[in-house]
């Protein structure tokens, strides 16, 4: 019968048999069906309503029940079921004032409702207490107010009456009330004459609490202030200031997209359509600030910064429409500043803007997934070289250089199209060719970022090589840096392979001494030393050069120091320097049957060097950590760019790879920095920072090294490690993380069955591998605790079947997991006791349990059968019938069982046995117990 076919009374009829059987969506989509059909303010229509709100009540949907009772209240005013299931809504969403006005109502219409007043008294009670505490605040507000925004009041006081409005302002009341007295207003007059750092910066923050989670008060906030409010409070040289006006700028947009700030945030498709406009509007002014001449270059990066993170398919979706403002060519402005050189329409940048720069450019080609989105961008690309090569004076030469290098760093295909366009190459080298310095300086530069293949590296060695050597030979030493960086990467073409030498023998070490001297000499410019770290970067995939600077120990720690500084253009030379000490890098697996293969057909084979042996590269570890080497991945980790964290997270992940580390990387923070690199990033990147977490998860307890909420936040990342493409290694790591994890709180494994653990888990104890096996049963052991699991293990399945099977396994820790997991079980489900007898061998399995040499399953065997008996008569009654009583009266009376514990449990299990009347409770004159060895497992089989 279709739709049209049946009447509303039917269909109503229908949701309600659906609603009896807790069938939710079938009972939703009847009721909408029926209200549908159902005549315009009929009496049928508005109890459609309430039973469609009923049901949202049940999928806790309160907003759609609350909407849901409205309607069947326009219809029906002072309908006693409408108004108790929208107070019950209103209640679960914490409106306790609204709750409690339909509650009161509820009471005139029917006294007689008895189910309501215990809930009109709850909700008294917290109304009242409500009404006091904003009370409290009130006078609280109004005392600081008088303070914080009077001009001619003590400065010390101000500053802390504004402190304390923004704790005020973190409390959901607290926000409330400075709104409804107009903090916004008050705030934005204050912030054209105050002078104050400390008062400037709260004001800005309590903005953003405002803005918090709170769509309402974010436009109510918009229109007050206005967009230009937001660009002139992070204009400012003040990192901290710029830093608080990025986070309430990201604060605003998150409350517009229902997005929040952590890592895996995703935008709510319906909040982002209803407010498409506003943040349209906001990013819009965003991208047009990015080449704003007025502005800081701190505030300039922030603003690129807030674009990048939210302009990515998993965010905002924003790219396109930012190629369609030409937003493109403003970014393409930017990355052609230098911060040296300056003319009369330059822009200030800081040394890290090129940096960010090119990371955003890469976001922004990563979402061109489709040919003609690709085209748009190299459109968008040419045209602005083209229109920077119209008049090719020097400076445009330079800006289109500059521009090149640039997104030689980022988007690296694109990079590598535009110099290979006609003309482009040989202008490069031209100008590396001149005698001006500012030409042989970004030409070096881009001569060494587009020599990062082999093939172009080729190309650079047979065209520019005797250039560089030249441009080495600068008295200049911005000039010989670079070209020492040059000539290191080009003489790093090799890679890791011993028997490849780009140049002569001797020349890498040499090479490596000059990188040396511009390291650690502090009379260098910090540009220089950043080249010099780029230049080892390179000649580090050589193992002597390696060994030589690990024990160096000035030049490490030039390199930490100014990993320290946080610029973010040194990035790349400092942790590709550190993934190269550390032999972090891919290693191609070697099969030794391709291996004779290549040598039979003469092929190359690369060899590692005998420095890069375990042993020195272990050695080398701990120097590094001892140096200080976590805090400097630290700073760098705040990159947006995700091939850098990958980088990172592969130098954390080499440092937790021994045991005596990890203590030191959570202590300087370590931890904290990998979970979020964890769960965002490159696949690789995630994997290699998850791993890094859960060897210290394994380490060190994991309430220590994850305190407070991270504790949840780090089940995803390992859980993450338990996918097929992943190593044993990682697969078995994660396991014994998880192990840890589960053991240390019922809210922690609750979250680790949310996260579809269990089943992920399970997996694993299936596996031929008797490491990964051990260690998937070990977890489901502390997995066992919960509630949650019985659900597993009482359904139609062979879950228990398989427990009592893994008791018997020939791995020792693997058979006491099995046993300890059944253990518990068996104390907590009487369906689970029952279900052992599913097993076809169960009674051996219960035999290897209590005739098992080592104690500890021993004692947990005895448990299972204390449980068994203890469970259901008809249970204990199944293992009368067996021998399983004469064992148990053995163990009470031999001396081989030398723990009292074993031999008090198995007396128990035989009392209990005597309780269901199963056996007579003179138990000793049982038959063939003393002929029962113990000491032989074989003879109770």
């Not at 903005?207 to 937001?230: H, M, S, Y």
């Not at 390696?546 to 024990?551: N, T, W």
């Not at 065997?861 to 008569?873: A, D």
């Amino acid at each position: 019968m279709t739709k049209t076919e049946m009447s509303s009374q039917q269909w109503k009829e229908k949701g309600n048999e659906a609603f009896k059987n807790g069938e939710w969506k079938e009972a939703e989509n009847c009721y909408s069906n029926a209200i549908s059909l159902a005549e315009q303010c009929s009496s049928e229509k508005s109890i459609c309503h309430k039973n469609r709100a009923a049901v949202y009540l049940k999928q806790k949907e309160y907003t759609k029940a609350i909407q849901d009772c409205d309607k069947a209240l326009e219809i029906c005013p002072n309908d006693p079921k409408a108004l108790f299931r929208r107070c019950q809504a209103l209640d679960a969403m914490e409106r306790y004032e609204e709750a409690y006005r339909d509650a009161r109502n509820l009471v005139t219409v029917d006294p007689s409702n008895k189910t309501i007043q215990p809930i009109l008294a709850r909700l008294h009670e917290i109304v009242q207490e409500r009404l006091r505490v904003n009370s409290q605040i009130n006078t609280k507000v109004s005392q600081m107010f008088n303070l914080a925004f009077d001009l001619k009041t003590d400065t010390k006081n101000r500053e802390t009456s504004m402190n304390n409005l923004l704790v005020l302002a973190r409390e959901k009341a607290g926000a409330e009330v400075m709104f409804n007295e107009g903090v916004v207003k008050k705030i934005h007059t204050l912030l054209k004459v105050e002078k104050n750092d400390e008062i400037n910066l709260a004001c800005v923050r309590i903005i953003a609490e405002l803005c918090k989670d709170n769509v309402d008060r974010t436009k109510a906030v918009l229109q007050d202030v206005g967009i230009p409010w937001f660009l002139d409070i992070i204009n400012s040289r003040k990192e901290e200031r710029v830093n608080a006006a990025q986070h309430c700028m990201q604060v605003v947009l998150n409350s517009f997209s229902g997005m929040d700030n952590k890592p895996d945030t995703k935008p709510n498709k319906e909040l982002c359509e209803k407010y498409k406009k506003e943040i349209d509007t906001l990013l819009t002014c965003l991208v047009y600030s990015i080449t704003n001449r007025t502005i800081t270059g701190l505030a300039r990066d922030a603003i690129i910064e807030l674009i990048m993170r939210n302009i990515h398919y998993t965010t905002l979706s924003w790219a396109e429409q930012l190629i369609e403002i030409r937003g493109l060519q403003r970014l393409m402005e930017v990355a052609s500043e230098l911060e040296e050189y300056k003319y009369e329409s330059a822009m200030e940048i800081t040394s890290s803007t090129r940096t960010i720069t090119s990371v955003c450019l890469a976001r922004v080609y990563e979402n061109m997934y489709y040919d003609a989105a690709k085209a748009k961008f190299m459109n968008a690309i040419d045209e602005f070289i083209k229109d920077k090569l119209i008049t090719p004076d020097i400076e445009s030469k330079v800006r289109v250089v500059v521009a090149i290098t640039c997104l030689l760093l980022g988007p690296l295909d694109v990079g590598n199209t535009v110099i290979a366009k006609e003309g482009i190459m040989e202008m490069i080298l031209v100008m590396a060719g001149t005698e001006d310095i500012l030409q042989q300086k970004v030409a070096c530069e881009c001569i060494i970022a587009a020599a990062s293949k082999k093939d172009k590296a080729v190309a650079i060695i047979n065209q520019g090589i005797n250039i560089l050597k030249k441009l080495y030979t600068s008295k200049d030493d911005s000039i010989k840096v670079r070209a020492l960086v040059g000539l290191c990467k080009l003489g790093s073409s090799g890679g890791s392979d011993a028997t490849i030498r780009p140049f002569a023998d001797g020349s890498t070490k040499k090479l490596a001494e000059a990188c040396r001297r511009f390291l650690v000499n502090p009379a260098k410019q910090k540009d220089m030393r950043k080249w010099a770290v780029e230049g080892l970067s390179y000649l580090t995939f050589d193992a002597e050069v390696k060994e030589k600077l690990v024990s160096d120990k000035p030049a490490i720690k030039a390199m930490i120091e100014l990993a320290q500084t946080g610029d973010q253009s040194v990035i790349y030379g400092v942790v590709t320097t550190l993934v190269n000490l550390c032999n972090a890098y891919d290693k191609q697996e070697i099969i030794p049957e391709m291996l004779e293969l290549a040598k039979f057909a003469k092929h190359h084979i690369p060899e590692d060097h005998e420095l890069d042996d375990e042993d020195f590269v272990n050695n080398r570890l701990i120097i590094l950590a001892k140096e200080g080497v976590t805090t400097a991945l630290v700073s760098l980790s705040k990159t947006e760019s995700h091939n850098s964290r990958e980088l990172i997270c592969r130098v954390f992940n080499a440092i937790c790879s021994q045991v005596e580390l990890r203590g030191i990387v959570v202590q300087q923070g370590g931890a904290k920095a990998l979970l979020p690199m964890a769960l965002q990033g490159t696949a690789k990147g995630k994997k290699q920072a998850a791993q890094a977490l859960a060897r210290i998860g394994i380490t060190i307890n994991p309430e220590v090294a994850f305190p407070g909420q991270r504790i949840m936040e780090v089940i995803r990342p390992f859980l993450a490690l338990l996918e097929q493409e992943c190593s044993a290694l990682e697969n078995f790591e994660a396991l014994m993380a998880l192990c840890n994890l589960a053991g240390t709180s019922e809210s922690v494994r609750c979250r680790i069955f949310k996260e579809g653990g269990f089943q992920k888990i399970e997996h694993y104890a299936y596996e031929d591998h008797v490491m990964l096996t051990r260690a998937a049963t070990q977890v489901i052991t502390n997995l066992m605790m919960s509630p949650e699991v019985l659900k597993f293990y009482e359904g139609d399945n062979d879950r228990v079947k398989y427990l009592v099977i893994l008791c018997e396994d020939e791995d020792e820790e693997t058979s006491m997991a099995a046993a300890g997991a059944l253990a518990m079980l068996t104390a907590n489900s009487t369906k689970a006791c029952a279900k052992i007898f599913d097993s076809k061998n169960w009674l051996e399995s219960i035999h290897y349990l209590l005739a098992n040499p080592n104690k500890s399953i021993q004692h947990r065997g005895v448990v299972v059968v204390l449980n068994m008996i203890s469970s259901t008569k008809d249970v204990a009654a199944k293992l009368i019938e067996t021998d399983v009583m004469e064992i148990l009266m053995a163990l009470t009376k031999t001396e081989a069982v030398e723990d009292k514990t074993i031999r008090e449990l198995a007396a128990k299990a035989l009392e209990t046995a005597a309780k269901w009347e199963l056996i007579k409770k003179n138990i000793e004159d049982l038959q063939g117990v003393s002929n029962i060895n113990l000491d032989d497992s074989a003879a109770v089989e």
